[in-house]
């Protein structure tokens, strides 16, 4: 089993910030900056394509609240990010939107 999966089992755990039947938010263990937080489908899928639409539907659905929930940090802008197999930066085989926020003075926000 993959180590999302483990995390949506709760078999280890992750500092999860949201979740709902289909979709699960949690910080990143490795924080690009602060309030860095993965969006996973509940499900195991590996890539984009592989995503059914109404679990893509569940994800954005959940970014948006992500958003909503970081809202206390005034980040001044932020990423959403997804590589898709190693080649393009994927580490993890568990498809995953990662939103970074973003800080004028990020050396002092991480
Ligand atoms: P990728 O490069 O696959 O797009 O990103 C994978 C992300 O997962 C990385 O930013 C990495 O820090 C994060 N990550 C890897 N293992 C774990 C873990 O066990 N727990 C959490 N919370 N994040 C993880
Ligand atoms: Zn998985």
Do not use: W
Not at 18 to 24: F, L
Not at 28 to 50: C, Q, V
Not at 70 to 92: S, W
């Amino acid at each position: 089993m993959c180590i999302f999966c483990k995390i949506v089992k709760k078999e280890i755990p992750a500092k999860i910030i949201y979740e709902d039947e289909k979709t699960m938010a949690f910080l990143d263990i490795n924080p690009r900056s602060k309030g860095h937080t993965l969006i996973i489908p509940k499900e195991h899928y590996e890539t984009f394509e592989e995503l059914p639409e109404d679990t893509a539907l569940a994800l954005i659905r959940t970014i948006k609240k992500v958003l909503e929930i970081l809202k206390p940090l005034n980040f001044d802008g932020y990423n959403i990010l997804n590589n898709n197999k190693p080649t393009a930066g994927q580490e993890v085989p568990h498809l995953h939107f990662h939103i970074i926020p973003r800080y004028n003075n990020e050396k002092e926000e991480v």
